[in-house]
């Protein structure tokens, strides 16, 4: 048996191939085109497909020895952007990226609707945005509404997936929290939310479990595919939550943290029970009855980015670590990373960015320094938030963020708990293989990955617990009195 893990992703898609020993055979991966104008971001769902059948094809020319094997394909990858096919199966019209930003009126009408406070109890999250499908379907009910009207399938894009390779309509479980139209607590669609979006259920696919085989492959895209002794389709989980998977995560007590442009968090929730004070989005988790609670800064490695290129002349990543590891600041000022404004867990629309204590000694070198500790201390604020209790005792980290030895030993300082980087690139791709090897029997139980090809993991261990802490307290001192608003 062999695996297609096909990751959809908003920048790139990625196709590696796995043997039933976890072993990566092979990789390919191409970048997502976009049609943009404005707020207006949309894509060609058969361009998106089609680049998917050709990546597999690469992957097995790579491997060269897939035609005497059984094959799975388990999907993985972004939730939000959606796709509606008419009777036919034809696309009504592009496709529409969670990126595009038109539908802002249409999520403050959802609020107005139905409040946050509700709406969030229902849909697990804390609040309404023109990134979920639902403020798209009321915007396209105003805008567009002849497509609507044809629309016999509305899809998300996994979803989308799923149907041009077997033709059944199916909706992975995890994914249906970030639509807006789905009752997380009730497993079922949000009537209500429906008929105010113009949405009929029967167009919605039937939700079906994390890492489920929904069926084989239909007759006119098998001809299309990499030769193999059979294929079948697996419904895989969200990108985030099989990285987590991928990585050894998946366990009570560990924060997953995916350190790239945007800071994202996901942990497995313990005793889990609704708290309408704390605003942490929740989602169906991969096995029936668990809750995954996740949360994301915009203020992340994008908050680096633009110190590299304004303050650094666009230095090298290579050539930052080098200048930090020389001179390991002890005394650089305080920074709040706040420069896109709302981040959880404070949500406050006035905060901005701020070098605090910053003296005419300073350099270039002290300023990086705070930047990257600015953002390790909005990494604590959000696991602090996310596990009051204290219950995190891990934090294993992806993404390009984690191949800084320097940021990630400060990140263990700040939190105070160990930093896992594990040396796998490809860690959600190796969580949607593992998905598919439990679901067809050659692995018992998740956690039985760690006995298969598992990557090397680096551990950063928390030291100068004191002095962090105290430039930890410094930071929320600054926080509080610029920003009163913040919690």
């Known amino acids: 048996m062999i695996v297609y893990a096909v990751d959809v992703g908003t ?50 020319d790579q491997y060269g020895d897939t035609a005497r094997h059984d094959a799975v394909i ?13 009777g036919a199966g034809d696309p009504v019209r592009p496709g529409i990226s969670w990126l595009d930003a038109r539908a802002t009126a249409e999520a403050v009408e959802l609020t107005e609707e139905f409040g946050s406070a509700q709406a969030f109890a229902i849909t697990g999250e804390p609040e309404a945005s023109a990134t979920w499908p ?23 894009v996994k979803d989308d997936i799923i149907f041009r390779l077997t033709g059944l309509k199916a909706g992975e479980v995890t994914t249906r929290g970030f639509t807006y139209l789905y009752d ?24 079906v479990g994390a890492g489920q085989n929904v069926g084989p492959v239909v007759a006119e895209v098998l001809d299309r595919l990499p030769a193999a002794a059979s294929y079948r389709v697996n419904t895989g989980a969200l990108d985030h939550f099989c990285a987590m998977v991928g990585t050894g995560s998946y366990e009570f007590g560990m924060a997953s943290e995916s350190a790239g442009t945007v800071l994202s968090l996901s942990m497995l929730a313990r005793g889990w029970t609704f708290d309408p004070a704390r605003r942490v989005s929740f989602h169906a988790g991969l096995r029936p009855g668990e809750i995954l609670l996740f949360t994301g800064a915009d203020s992340g490695g994008v908050v680096l980015d633009w110190f590299r290129d304004t303050a650094l002349g666009g230095m090298r ?61 909005l990494l604590r604020r959000n696991i602090e938030y996310l596990a009051p209790d204290g219950d995190v005792t891990e934090i294993v980290s992806t993404g390009g963020g984690a191949a800084s030895p320097y940021w990630s030993q400060l990140k263990a300082d700040v939190c105070g708990v160990q930093v896992l980087v594990p040396r796998e690139q490809e860690a959600t791709c190796r969580g949607a293989a593992v998905l598919a090897l439990v679901e067809h029997g050659a692995l018992g139980r998740l956690s039985d990955a760690a006995l298969l090809n598992q990557p090397e ?31």
């Open 134 to 156: 639902a403020a798209k379907l009321r915007w396209l009910a105003r805008h567009d509404p002849d497509a609507l009207d044809q629309a016999r399938a509305v899809l998300m």
């Open 11 to 60: 920048t790139n898609i990625k196709v590696a191939l796995f043997d039933e020993r976890l072993r990566r055979l092979a990789l390919t991966q191409a970048p997502v085109t976009y049609d943009r104008e404005g707020a207006r971001v949309e894509f060609n769902p058969q361009r998106l497909f089609d680049l998917i059948v050709e990546l597999m094809q690469g992957c097995s």
């Open 74 to 86: 388990a999907l993985t990858g972004q939730a939000e952007s959606l796709v509606l096919r008419n």
């Open 317 to 377: 990543y290579e050539e930052l670590e080098d200048l930090l590891q020389s001179r390991r600041s002890t005394d650089a000022p305080i920074f709040l990373p706040y420069l896109t404004g709302v981040n959880p867990p404070d949500y406050s629309v006035c905060a901005k960015g701020a070098f605090l204590g910053i003296e005419l000694k300073h350099d270039q070198a002290d300023l990086a320094h705070a930047v990257e500790e600015g953002i390790a201390h």
């Open 184 to 207: 997380v607590p009730g497993q079922r669609y949000w009537p209500e939310m429906l008929d105010f979006c113009a949405v009929r259920t029967e167009t919605l696919p039937v939700i």
């Open 457 to 487: 993991v680096v551990t950063y261990r928390p030291g100068k617990t004191d002095a962090a802490a105290a430039r930890y307290r410094l930071f929320e001192t600054y926080l509080a009195r610029l920003y009163p608003g913040a919690n």
